[in-house]
């Protein structure tokens, strides 16, 4: 495992939702997956910003890689895997899962293992849903991911405070649901009695920085770490700005430019790593030096 500079002890998750900005939510009406084809994208500018920020620091990542992304751009994937990163699945087309039947969970979830088996040569062990809105306990879908062969689910977020979804009464510790499959909930701080979200996208972008980190040294003193997620697109320059829903735009472009230098400083305070390195014994995944082809080696 490869963690940034600092001495601490905790080391907290560092993952990437790979999708292009066309895949939001707020823009299905506007620019649908049938569209999708003909949209200008960043995924590619985006994720490679990643990949060399997080080559800098030597730190591993988790990449919850969209199926549609594999398939258009199979390259990305390949390069994602040759770095030494752990690669999760973020479902097929983007739907969130509770919005659609369990049968069509099934076949999107199915659909982005079998791409991005045959792009990368390797099966996802885990699985985030779009817009992390996967509230608990959802028992079918967590049986639909046991029967697809995924480990660990990172998509809960126990709090109500979250945009599009949201489970306040869901633990914030890891845990084992009935399905055996485990569950890594996305990181909240607490507040006065309030769960705040804290695991990066939107609000890395909106909360104050020094109240962030604050917040972040208070969950590694208490032993636990957190899990940060960015998209490419927000690393990415010059996607069309198409969003009309005030609350999509807020989320979408908010404070973009911040998330390069807000990365930088985090990576040097904090140490990182792929959830498959922070919680290795709870999962039982193998090491990084296992998962990958011997003549390929980790970044
Ligand atoms: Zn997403």
Not at 113 to 121: E, N, P, Q, S
Not at 265 to 278: H, K, S, T, Y
Request: overall charge positive.
């Amino acid at each position: 495992m490869t963690v940034s500079r600092s001495a601490a002890p905790i080391v907290n998750a560092f993952t990437v939702d790979v999708e292009d900005w066309y895949c939001n939510h707020f823009l299905e009406g506007r620019v649908p997956p049938s569209a999708w084809d003909r949209q200008p994208s960043v995924v590619r500018q985006g994720t490679e910003a990643i990949l060399s920020l997080l080559a800098e620091y030597g730190i591993r990542a988790t990449f919850f890689v969209l199926g549609y992304v594999a398939d258009r751009f199979p390259e990305l994937c390949q390069a994602i895997r040759a770095r030494g990163h752990a690669i999760g699945t973020h479902g097929y087309w983007h739907h969130r899962p509770l919005a659609g039947t369990p049968d069509q969970f099934q076949r999107d979830l199915r659909e982005s293992i079998g791409t991005i088996a045959r792009a990368t040569g390797t099966l996802p062990l885990g699985y985030r849903a779009p817009v992390a809105a996967l509230d608990w306990p959802a028992t079918w879908a967590f049986q639909a991911m046991r029967d697809a062969g995924i480990v660990y689910d990172s998509s809960v977020y126990p709090t109500r405070l979250f945009v599009l979804a949201g489970s306040a009464d869901a633990p914030r510790a890891p845990f084992l649901t009935a399905t055996g499959v485990w569950e890594i909930p996305l990181s909240v701080a607490e507040v006065c009695g309030r769960r705040f979200p804290l695991s990066g996208g939107f609000y890395l972008r909106a909360l104050p920085f020094g109240l962030y980190r604050r917040l972040i040294r208070r969950e590694n003193a208490a032993g636990r770490p957190v899990i940060l997620y960015v998209h490419p697109w927000e690393l990415a320059h010059g996607f069309p700005r198409l969003m009309r829903h005030p609350i999509g735009r807020l989320v979408q472009t908010w404070n973009l430019r911040s998330v390069e230098s807000k990365l930088r400083a985090l990576f040097e305070e904090f140490r990182w790593g792929a959830i498959e390195d922070v919680y290795r014994q709870v999962l039982a995944v193998p090491s990084p030096a296992a998962e990958l082809p011997a003549s390929r080696g980790a970044a």
